[in-house]
């Protein structure tokens, strides 16, 4: 007799356990898991203290969020895309973006229909659409430069599609959507009438000449886009769990009425927190890129002199590497060889795939550079003694 429901039978466990748990075995510098190791904010982490200990914040939040927070969002959302959102019914504080993209699925499709999934894919997206009842198709972006074939993606549109679930800036690749993509995705979905769940958690790390396009603003997708956000990727505070989805209030009310029965509310006090550091100056968020933009391009150093090659991430703080040059075997094996013999861990990008496209993946890894500098340059020293 099994213990588990068939719904979970497949699931097994999540990349991210696998490799922290084999990080941790061999005392290996862990690139695999997009958790920087700093601190939030100060001011956020101030306020975070002083709305714990002021009081009327340790009982449950309203379900669909703290209007303080859903305000905030709602500034947010107009003063970098010029997008009116109705706070009080565009808004759904999440506890963090995955339940968001899940209470998203959960509210918005039916048994039977299908959602497209852009891969790579981050690795709750097909669990929840399964788990939904719903099908996943996937159409993939193809190396080397991890580009949408907006013709494969017509042609996975079938009458029983009902959403297009992507993500950009991309984890794994880094690639920002151009303006032609989104365009094209925008085009199908109105031709076809469908919602677009829009997974933007890292929408404010672009690099070089690259800027964010969030679908919404895209026109005619305001009506008919859900867009996903994530304080723990803005402020370093992942731990918080504090996400949201926004769009119209039509659409909203399925993620609100599917959200009120999976979490019910988010942390309270971490809300406030978070209402708070929406609201800081532009420097922040400049200061934010220009930070991630050194780290990349040191990181891409690194990867250069340990003799890989590797994507020019876009966006994101995630970079793909190629390992031929060490390695012969697939990329699996090759994480699992990574920490054992050179004391780093990264992420296989098959992983992100489906079965049907992970031969696309063949010869790529991911690196998460949301690490301190001197962690970075430790993890290149290591990489650089499989050159030797």
């Not at 979970?8 to 920087?36: D, H, M, R, S, W």
């Not at 993620?255 to 971490?270: D, E, K, L, S, W």
């Amino acid at each position: 007799m099994t213990h588990y429901a068939r719904r979970v039978a497949t699931f097994g466990t999540t990349i991210f356990a696998e490799i922290n748990q084999l990080a941790a075995q061999y005392g290996a510098i862990n690139l695999g898991q997009g958790k920087p190791d700093w601190e939030p904010p100060e001011e956020i982490i101030a306020d975070f203290m002083e709305t714990l200990h002021g009081g009327g914040f340790n009982q449950y939040a309203p379900a669909n969020g703290l209007p303080a927070l859903q305000q905030a969002i709602a500034a947010h959302q107009h003063r970098f895309y010029q997008h009116v959102v109705d706070p009080t019914r565009g808004v759904v504080v999440t506890a963090g973006a995955t339940e968001a993209i899940f209470a998203a699925i959960l509210g918005l499709t039916d048994p039977g229909d299908e959602v497209i999934v852009i891969e790579p894919f981050f690795d709750s997206y097909v669990p929840n659409i399964l788990m939904a009842h719903a099908i996943p198709v996937y159409v993939p972006l193809h190396p080397p430069t991890w580009t949408l074939d907006l013709d494969e993606l017509a042609a996975a549109i079938t009458p029983r599609t009902r959403a297009i679930l992507h993500n950009s800036p991309h984890n794994p690749t880094g690639h920002i959507f151009t303006a032609q993509e989104m365009q094209g995705i925008a085009s199908l979905c109105q031709e076809h009438d469908l919602i677009a769940i829009s997974d933007e958690v890292y929408e404010h790390l672009y690099f070089d000449d690259a800027r964010h396009i969030p679908l919404t603003t895209v026109p005619g997708m305001a009506e008919r886009t859900i867009t996903i956000g994530s304080a723990g990727k803005i402020f370093s505070a992942t731990g918080w769990k504090v996400g949201w989805a926004c769009g119209a209030p039509e659409i909203m009310e399925g993620v609100a009425r599917a959200h009120q029965f999976i979490t019910f509310a988010a942390n309270h006090p971490t809300q406030h927190a978070i209402a708070t550091a929406l609201m800081l100056p532009d420097s922040y968020f400049a200061s934010y890129r220009q930070m991630y933009a050194a780290k990349r391009d040191l990181f891409m150093q690194l990867l250069g002199e340990a003799g890989f090659t590797y994507h020019i991430p876009s966006g994101s703080y995630f970079i793909l590497a190629e390992y031929r040059a060490h390695f012969s075997g697939a990329p699996d094996d090759f994480s699992r060889w990574l920490v054992e013999r050179a004391g780093v861990a990264a992420v296989p990008i098959p992983t992100f795939f489906s079965a049907e496209h992970a031969h696309l993946a063949d010869g790529y890894i991911r690196f998460a550079f949301c690490k301190s500098d001197d962690l970075l340059r430790q993890a290149g020293a290591r990489l650089a003694q499989l050159r030797a």
